[in-house]
């Protein structure tokens, strides 16, 4: 492996390990944050919320960058974008700092993820699932860790100490990078002597929105969120009102269901490069899904940390998404414009669909309706099975 190549390697690791902890950091503290500057529960909603809707607007802000920039250079920006944004968010002294500076983060937050697959591609086209297993288990690993250390942290150096802190290894992943781009710029090439430069603009001409490949990995991508982002935003107060269990045990449930996600993320992407097992993939998840949102339905006090593990199987499909990003994508470029266009549209989805179910929720008194809605979203994931089965690639005439 060249020296290009390793750098790009430690730039993702240090990227994923810092990038999702921005995310999942907020809340744990949020009752020391509302008695220091007087915030309430509309201001963590919001927050709450900011995450897909953000993440669908970098879909659309990264290409342009991708290609104004480059994507190394791209990336730093966004790197730039997302330790700023938690440096001025622990500086907050109102509710508008707070939602102002997150938004910032997940704008920078969402580039970096519509980057990823095509640096995955561009450095590390015979290990790509290889690479995203690493980089969406370290996903799973630095988003699940504030959940278990920010408080302890906050009451020894102060919460704002706190959310500044998770900033440090998204900084430290700016320096591999910087590095590439240096180098780059010496030799007069992207991204130094052993990586392949970008190709042209030449495959600008395929229309992704008439592709059935890239709507399936849009359903695909929309039923794994909602679990991540509903399931977050909801299930504990289902299980509470419908389960019986209490807020510190729901909140337990909910942890269960992501944890899932860890072993998912280092072994899917193994298999996932591949049109059948990925199919197989999708299937599987969009079943046990749909059963495990079933019987918060039909049976929610008889098992729930069962139905929490199945409910979290819906959420295996992450990673799978990011691989057939790069692998059904012919160049490091269409695999830029293909992740934009799959993360923006599903993202969008989970916002929406994520804000709806509250109102869905007060409307009728009841989570039997928003229930099934997760169920249906869940169920309808298993539209995308045999499109993905099929071998080929987005810009495939057939």
């Known amino acids: 492996m060249g020296e290009g190549r390793l750098l790009a390697l430690l730039g993702i690791v240090l990227l994923s390990l810092g990038m999702r902890s921005a995310v999942t950091s907020f809340a744990p503290v949020f009752a020391a944050i509302s008695a220091e500057i007087g915030i309430g529960p509309v201001v963590l909603g919001i927050v709450g919320a900011l995450p897909p809707f953000a993440f669908a607007a970098a879909g659309v802000v990264t290409p342009l960058l ?27 002294a109102d509710g508008f700092g707070v939602i102002a500076s997150t938004a910032v983060t997940m704008v920078g937050i969402g580039v970096g993820n519509v980057l990823l697959p095509s640096l995955a591609k ?10 995203t297993a690493i980089y969406s288990l370290l996903f799973a690993v630095g988003g699940t860790s504030p959940a278990f250390l920010a408080v302890p942290v906050s009451d020894l150096i102060g919460w704002r100490p706190t ?44 229309r992704l929105i008439r592709s059935p490949l890239a709507w399936a990995l849009i359903l695909t991508l929309w039923a794994s969120a909602m679990v991540g982002y509903g399931g977050a935003a909801w299930l504990p107060l289902i299980l509470v009102e419908r389960g019986g269990l209490d807020e510190a045990a729901a909140g337990a449930h909910l942890g269960i269901a992501l944890l899932v996600g860890i072993p998912a993320s280092l072994l899917v992407p193994l298999v996932a490069a591949r049109p059948r097992p990925a199919a197989a993939l999708v299937a599987l998840a969009g079943v046990l899904g749909s059963v495990g949102w079933a019987a918060v339905v039909f049976l929610p006090d008889v098992a729930p940390t069962v139905w929490a593990v199945l409910i979290g199987c819906g959420a295996i499909t992450f990673p799978l998404v990011l691989v057939q990003i790069a692998v059904r994508a012919a160049t490091p470029r269409l695999a830029v414009r293909l992740s934009a266009f799959v993360q923006s549209a599903a993202y969008i989805l989970t916002g929406c669909t994520v804000l709806a179910l509250g109102v869905l929720k007060d409307l009728t008194g009841d989570w039997t309706l928003p229930l099934g809605v997760f169920l249906a979203i869940s169920a309808l994931s298993l539209v995308a099975v045999p499109v993905i089965a099929r071998p080929g690639r987005v810009d495939d005439p057939r």
């Open 66 to 92: 991708a290609r104004r920039l480059g994507d190394e250079r791209a990336l730093l920006v966004a790197i730039a974008a997302i330790v700023l944004g938690q440096a001025v968010r622990a500086l907050a």
């Open 163 to 206: 959310l500044a802190i998770w900033a440090v290894t998204i900084a430290f992943a700016a320096i591999p990078w910087l590095v590439l781009v240096v180098r780059a710029r010496s030799v007069g090439s992207d991204a130094g002597s052993d990586v392949p430069a970008l190709p042209g603009a030449g495959e600008t001409g395929v």
């Open 122 to 131: 561009r450095y590390f086209a015979q290990r790509i699932g290889l690479v």
